[in-house]
């Protein structure tokens, strides 16, 4: 795999891209064409199965044509140092939505609204448990497998800061929300530096675990209760994370953890540009953001 040729990995990957864009976009339609969509639990499990597919055909796909297996997990669960550096990470993320906010809402000042994030209506445990899995469970492990496990690892040959950053960049656009860009590519930062400085991919799936269902819960709040409980609520939680996540970043930097490590400059490391030269990448990048805005003019349009 090292010696195979980098634009050939990029293009390769490009196809999983293609394929990862593909079975999300039309695996619901042809299930709603089938009546799957009628009860809401039974498309839940839908989107479920799509999602999974979603990242399992691109890592076969991937894994075949570059020959690469990579040994992804170890016997040994996350540790206490560990669980810091991903309350840590959660205080960034905050940040970085905090950041976000404020950008939405200075273009919504001059017009340019985007529509708010919600869930649909839950009115059942079963619909609740669904909906968690489908919402923080499944992302965290099979978005992880396939970014974080072959993507990522993929790059690290031409050097671990092109591999984080060219990394982030694709999870950014595999997602649908033009809105929350500097988040998900913040998000694709930290989740790719906290796996290569621990080694460990469990640690980026809890991560990614504890940012999703910290996101599901603040709106299945807003959902169930007045706006000033809810408020209050993610207000609490939040304030509980930036402290908690203020502390462990000031236990990493006394402890010397330098979780953005692979960010320095350090070593050969091919240029991020390189991406844009690779035509069955570049086709792969134009579908997922083909997608992107499709998702964002059917938003707009309702």
């Given at each position: ?13 490009g ?19 089938a ?78 609204v ?68 500097i ?31 910290y ?72 579908c ?12 707009l349009?309702?």
């Amino acid at each position: 795999m090292k010696n195979t040729p980098l634009k050939y990995r990029l293009n390769v990957i490009g196809g999983g891209l293609i394929i990862f864009v593909c079975l999300r976009l039309y695996l619901p339609q042809l299930a709603r064409m089938a009546g799957l969509g009628a009860n809401f639990n039974i498309w839940l499990l839908v989107c479920m199965a799509t999602l999974v597919l979603a990242c399992i055909l691109p890592i076969a796909f991937i894994e075949r044509m570059c020959d690469f297996h990579p040994m992804l997990f170890k016997k040994q669960l996350p540790q206490t140092q560990d669980l810091l550096m991903v309350m840590g990470s959660m205080f960034i993320f905050i940040a970085l939505a905090m950041v976000n906010s404020i950008l939405v809402t200075l273009l919504g000042k001059v017009g340019i609204v985007f529509p708010a994030q919600t869930l649909e209506p839950i009115n059942s445990t079963l619909t609740l448990v669904l909906y968690f899995v489908y919402s923080a469970v499944i992302p965290a492990i099979f978005e992880e497998l396939f970014m974080r496990g072959i993507v990522l690892n993929l790059l690290l040959p031409n050097g671990r800061r092109f591999a984080v950053i060219t990394s982030a960049l694709i999870f950014t656009v595999m997602h649908t929300q033009v809105q929350s860009f500097i988040p998900v590519f913040g998000a694709g930062i930290v989740l790719a530096c906290i796996y290569l400085y621990t080694g460990n991919i469990y640690v980026s799936m809890l991560l990614h675990f504890v940012n999703n269902a910290y996101s599901f819960i603040i709106l299945y709040m807003q959902q169930r209760v007045n706006g000033i409980s809810a408020m209050g609520f993610a207000s609490f939680v939040m304030a509980v994370i930036i402290v908690g996540g203020g502390c462990s970043l000031w236990w990493m930097k006394k402890n010397g953890v330098t979780l953005f490590e692979s960010l320095q400059k350090s070593g050969k490391n091919s240029k991020v540009s390189k991406i844009f030269t690779c035509p069955i990448m570049v086709l792969g990048l134009l579908c997922c953001l083909m997608s992107v805005f499709a998702q964002l003019y059917a938003d707009l349009a309702v």
